[in-house]
């Protein structure tokens, strides 16, 4: 059990960076470079860590605890969701609500933050990213709902049933599924074609721009705990694909597999699209929602119409 | 028309075949002339008078008009032009900024390019909107300016832009101490048009014929320019909207031709190849033959990519109906060259004040049927790079035929012609640069005066992003790359 909950830690706090550098390097590929190793991202998070930083004298202790908030709350969130190795740490019934809005606060304490600087640029950001979660989350919870109700099992681990035990219906949901979750991590991961990682215009951005005033430390925890909300959400597109009762180093393997697609399927998003204009971005997020409700009618055809 | 002189484009006028009159009489006449302007400027003609010069363009007949007004010592306004004709409205502010005398009733006089603090912005109350002031520090390596958007949430109401950071006094420098690379940096990504546009006028009032073959040279430089930042600025639009694969093979072609005008000059973006007299680095028929390979693969790589690229739909959906500038705005305020093309407005020097090689080499003006959005700017580029490669595989073949003519003309004396003015346009990749050269009886250069394309532009830009989403604006500003440093000077 210990060693299973160490190779979780471990993986939980190393392949987010990883898994980003693998979606540099996907997009290099697609733009024919050869682009940057896959560790960058770690030596980038070094690097940062090791620099003063800066904070600006308009700023309150917001300002200075929201990373360690943002951090904190996607690990605590990771203790709900299944990992590497098929476990979760806490498994209790409502976890998808505490997931849900454990991410919530992180997010809470990074729009505050963004607006405690007082910037311009940084609300304008803030009040983005509150507009699109907003539209993200609805989308999730009935996702997740549905799918406890097909499976009638009340945690995350109702994603594991799903193409085992509902045949046609199963496979259905699962395929939705796993498009809503791709593009919630679209969305919360701060992806193209929501947002755009690698622009300098600050005018465009959506999580950058709250980062602006965070250096050092501070923007260093900041990316830390995006890629590991990246990670998360793509946990849970391994459990919908990933067969629950196989043994666990096979079950590690096709998790790091899962992850490893999904990084290179983020990238070649990335490359082949230009990023959607900023009002028809409620549009890309309302596929969610209307992928959602028709998960919903699948479920209530299985379950009530038999 | 008497009280205008008519005269053409790179040819020396007799100052004192200049006409002058009153500034009541000249603001009559220059509403009734329905003319585009050119120059707008003053000279100080001793004893505390200033002599204003006017000069409009006849496009349709390659004609340019000039008069003058002269004010005495103690006339310190008149009643502003820009009121009946707003095409004026920049270079009235600038005549002001360099001489004290205020048009009166100049519905947007706000300082050019010096005196920022004590710009006034337009501003605009309500509890819904806030401003964002962007600048004059960017993110990524841009010239310094200022940027005050009136904002209802995402919505640009409106936006005024200040600059002038890049003040350098280019005109005054010019008068002490001109050379061609002094022209080259007035604004470095049309370093060859204004190097040639400086080295026309110089080369006028000193009387200089140049040879047919540095003149075939210094036109393909000029187009290879025209080439090498349209594409650059292809990648930029689609780097913008993050369409990666864009941005990287856009990025990598215009290597290709700034690499080729490496080979030809020594420097990638031609500086130190034109010269007074001529031009300092010749062709030669294996570079031919490397450039028009190279210009294949350019022409083959950016016709796949811009295929590629217009048939993505998220593509098309950010550049169309995004920054319009309807064709009656664009001739209203008086944009040039490319920004005016992409609206429907055909203004191209090269057409409008054709030089001998544009008949005998059998180019044809297409005109290009713009909206004016992002969409017909980036598609405009594409047309011209097009465009600028066949014109470049003609000039080559036109070069084999004066392969033995000297590339400097000789005997280039010190002295220049005296009491004369030169009015030298080019049409670089932007639009006309022009400059405009005035000596006087000693036989000196008296005033020197430089329009960038970008001075009649930038109030375009500041037009194209109302009503627009304000994440859009980083894309018009792209798509019509307008530079800081030839506004400024």
Redesign the interface.
């Known amino acids: 059990m210990i060693i299973k909950l160490l190779v979780n830690l471990i993986i939980l706090l190393f392949v987010p960076f990883i898994m980003t550098g693998l979606i540099n390097k996907t997009?290099a590929f697609?733009?024919?470079?050869k682009g940057a190793s896959v560790f960058q991202p770690l030596y980038d998070f070094v690097k940062l860590v090791k620099k003063d930083f800066v904070v600006s004298k308009t700023t309150s202790a917001v300002f200075n605890i929201a990373p360690v908030f943002a951090v904190a709350s996607v690990l605590f969130a990771g203790l709900f969701v299944p990992l590497a190795t098929g476990n979760a740490v806490i498994i209790t019934p409502g976890d998808v609500v505490i997931f849900a809005y454990t991410l919530g606060l992180g997010k809470f304490m990074m729009l505050i933050s963004a607006m405690d600087t007082g910037s311009?640029?940084e609300g304008?950001g803030a009040?983005r990213e509150a507009c699109f979660s907003a539209i993200v989350e609805p989308a999730f919870f009935m996702l997740i709902a549905s799918v406890m109700v097909l499976t009638g099992i009340p945690t995350f681990y109702s994603l594991y049933g799903v193409v085992s035990s509902s045949g046609i219906y199963g496979i259905l949901v699962a395929v939705f599924a796993v498009i809503i979750l791709f593009i919630m991590l679209l969305t919360e991961g701060a992806r193209?074609?929501v947002d755009?990682p690698?622009?300098?215009?600050?005018?465009?951005m959506i999580h950058e721009v709250m980062l602006l005033d965070n250096s050092g430390l501070d923007l260093a925890l900041f990316s830390w705990a995006n890629s590991i909300k990246v990670l998360l959400i793509s946990s849970l597109i391994a459990c919908l694909i990933i067969p629950f009762n196989i043994p666990v180093v096979l079950h590690i393997l096709c998790y790091l597999l899962v992850a490893g697609f999904i990084a290179v399927a983020v990238g070649t998003v990335?490359?082949?699209?230009?990023?959607?204009?900023?009002?028809?971005v409620f549009e890309f997020i309302f596929i969610m929602s209307s992928l959602a409700l028709v998960v919903i009618s699948l479920v209530m055809a299985k379950v009530f119409g038999g | 028309m008497a009280r205008w002189t008519k005269v053409k484009n790179n040819t020396k006028i007799n100052l004192s075949d200049i006409p002058g009159m009153g500034i009541e009489e000249l603001k009559k006449q220059i509403i009734e002339m329905k003319m585009r302007p050119v120059g707008f400027f003053g000279k100080d003609w001793g004893f505390g008078c200033v002599r204003l010069f006017v000069i409009l363009a006849d496009d349709a007949n390659s004609d340019l008009y000039i008069s003058s007004a002269i004010f005495g010592p103690n006339d310190k306004s008149y009643e502003s032009i820009t009121q009946d004709v707003p095409s004026f409205h920049i270079f009235e502010r600038e005549f002001y900024e360099q001489f004290g005398i205020e048009p009166l009733n100049h519905p947007w006089l706000k300082p050019v390019r010096v005196n920022q603090d004590e710009y006034q912005f337009f501003e605009m109350e309500g509890e819904e909107v806030?401003?964002?002031?962007?600048g004059p520090i960017h993110?990524?390596v841009i010239e310094p300016g200022h940027f005050r958007f009136m904002c209802n949430?995402?919505k640009v109401y409106h936006l005024e832009i200040m600059l002038g950071y890049q003040n350098r006094g280019v005109e005054d420098m010019m008068l002490k101490n001109h050379s061609g690379q002094l022209a080259e940096s007035i604004c470095g990504d049309s370093a060859v048009a204004h190097c040639i546009a400086y080295s026309q006028a110089i080369e006028v009032l000193k009387g200089i014929q140049i040879s047919n073959k540095s003149q075939l040279i210094r036109k393909i430089a000029l187009e290879m320019e025209r080439m090498a930042i349209h594409i650059g600025d292809m990648g930029a639009i689609?780097?913008?909207?993050?369409?990666?694969?864009g941005?990287?093979?856009f990025g990598?072609t215009r290597t290709l031709v700034i690499n080729t005008m490496l080979d030809l000059s020594g420097s990638r973006f031609g500086r130190g190849l034109i010269t007074v007299g001529g031009v300092n680095y010749d062709l030669s028929d294996e570079f031919i033959e490397k450039a028009i390979k190279t210009f294949d693969k350019v022409g083959k790589d950016v016709d796949r990519m811009v295929k590629t690229m217009l048939k993505?739909s998220?593509?098309m959906?950010?550049l169309e109906k995004?920054g319009i500038v309807s064709a009656e705005k664009a001739k209203d305020i008086g944009l040039v060259g490319m920004a005016a093309k992409a609206s429907g407005v055909e203004l191209d020097t090269r057409f409008d004040f054709p030089d001998k090689w544009i008949k005998e080499l059998d180019i044809e003006r297409v005109p290009f049927c713009g909206t004016g959005d992002v969409y017909s700017r980036f598609k405009l580029r594409y047309k011209e790079v097009k465009e600028s490669i066949c014109m470049i595989k003609k000039l080559f073949e036109k070069w084999k035929e004066y392969k033995e003519e000297p590339l400097v003309a000789d005997g280039i004396g010190n002295n220049y012609i005296p009491d004369a003015m030169v009015i030298s346009t080019v049409e670089g990749w932007r639009g006309e640069v022009v400059h405009i050269v005035m000596t006087d009886i000693n036989r000196k250069i008296s005033r020197y005066k430089i329009k960038d394309p970008s001075f009649n532009n930038w109030y375009g830009l500041a037009l194209a992003v109302r009503n627009n989403?304000?994440?859009?604006?980083?894309?018009c500003n792209k798509s019509f790359n307008l530079s800081y440093s030839g506004n400024d000077l």
């Open positions: 997009k697609w733009a024919g470079r311009s640029f304008m009040s193209v074609p755009d690698d622009t300098h215009l600050e005018l465009t990335e490359s082949g699209m230009a990023r959607i204009r900023m009002p028809h | 806030h401003q964002v002031a962007v993110a990524g949430g995402e689609s780097g913008d909207i993050a369409y990666l694969m941005a990287a093979v990598a993505n998220t593509v959906s950010r995004t989403g304000i994440s859009d604006f980083p894309l």
